[in-house]
């Protein structure tokens, strides 16, 4: 049993016992992208407010000495080569192409919340108009017990060929669902997820849930995880997702205007996250 109040959630541990916890959010980290984790960082924080939900990043290099993340490209693919597009990263397991740090590791996310609790994996070119808490307050309503994961089904199938970086766009069932998760860590079906099937099964596989039955995959409304070029222009996003690209990389253009009116707004957030900065920095210098 989970229940709720403004300053935690308590979930029952896996002895069966009553422990406070805070919600925490695992943010993809890929150092391209970092002013966009910033972003993002930054919103959860504003909206969050007074509630606190801890964020960390999925850091490649960090995963890899703890052992968690083994998985690695095929020797004579590049690390996404800005000059030479003829090459990408191929993982070295499935032979698939994949486009960023983290298309892996957020599959860790129940391991690394020590399969207690409830905790939120984003990509990291996403930034929130609300409040995140939403999302973990609604998930632990009785009803909701049976579900291992939320995420919004979209029925996406891109056109374009290529992505971010030139990378080939791939199609594949349940396309996007894995951007954002909201993960029942507790859950015992995650039992059928280990380490080594991150490290080892087809991208695929995770991709597709694969160690889920389908009843166990709870469903999220779409504004959750509102796409650029794809979904309804008349839904209000809680958190908008740039998959085409974003406004942190030169030459991005959005395909509509009304994903032309977030990029701006993120560029907006942008600007009041740079002046929270020096304004931090100032007080700082004077009381020193």
């Known amino acids: 049993m989970s229940y709720y109040n403004s300053n935690h959630i308590t979930i029952t541990n896996s002895y069966g016992l009553p422990l406070k916890t805070t919600p925490t959010i695992y943010i993809g980290y890929d150092s391209r992208e970092h002013e966009a984790v ?6 959860i924080n504003r909206h969050s407010s007074p509630q606190h939900i801890h964020t960390r990043t999925l850091n490649l290099h960090n995963l890899r000495r703890s052992g968690l993340y083994r998985r690695a ?3 004579d693919s590049t690390c996404w080569s800005e000059t030479n597009t003829n090459q990408h990263m191929k ?7 994949f486009s960023t740090d983290f298309s892996f590791s957020r599959f860790l996310v129940p391991m690394l919340n020590n399969y207690e609790g409830y905790a939120l994996f984003m ?9 995140p808490y939403e999302l973990f307050r609604d998930a632990i309503k009785p009803s909701q017990k049976d579900y291992a994961v939320w995420v919004v089904k979209h029925h996406d199938q891109p056109n374009e060929e290529t992505k971010m970086y030139g990378c080939p766009q791939t199609s594949y069932q349940k396309k996007n669902w894995s951007s954002f998760i909201l993960w029942n860590c507790g859950h015992p079906a995650h039992h059928n997820l280990t380490v080594d099937d991150v490290n080892t099964k087809p991208g695929s596989w995770l ?4 160690w889920l039955e389908p009843s166990q995959i709870g469903s999220l409304d779409e504004s959750w ?3 650029d070029n794809h979904s309804n222009e008349k839904i209000i ?15 991005w253009h959005p395909k509509r205007q009304v994903d032309q009116n977030y990029s701006f707004e993120w560029q907006k957030i942008y600007e009041q996250l740079l002046d929270s900065e020096n304004t ?3 007080l700082y210098t004077t009381q020193s």
């Open 73 to 75: 490209p095929h020797i």
């Open 91 to 97: 993982d070295s397991f499935d032979g698939r192409p």
């Open 207 to 210: 991709h597709s849930f694969s």
């Open 280 to 282: 931090d920095t100032l």
């Open 123 to 131: 990509d990291c070119d996403m930034y929130f108009r609300t409040n």
């Open 225 to 227: 995880n509102f796409l």
């Open 237 to 251: 996003p809680k958190n908008v997702h740039f998959t085409t690209g974003g406004p942190w990389f030169p030459g």
């Open 38 to 43: 910033r972003v993002l960082q930054y919103t």
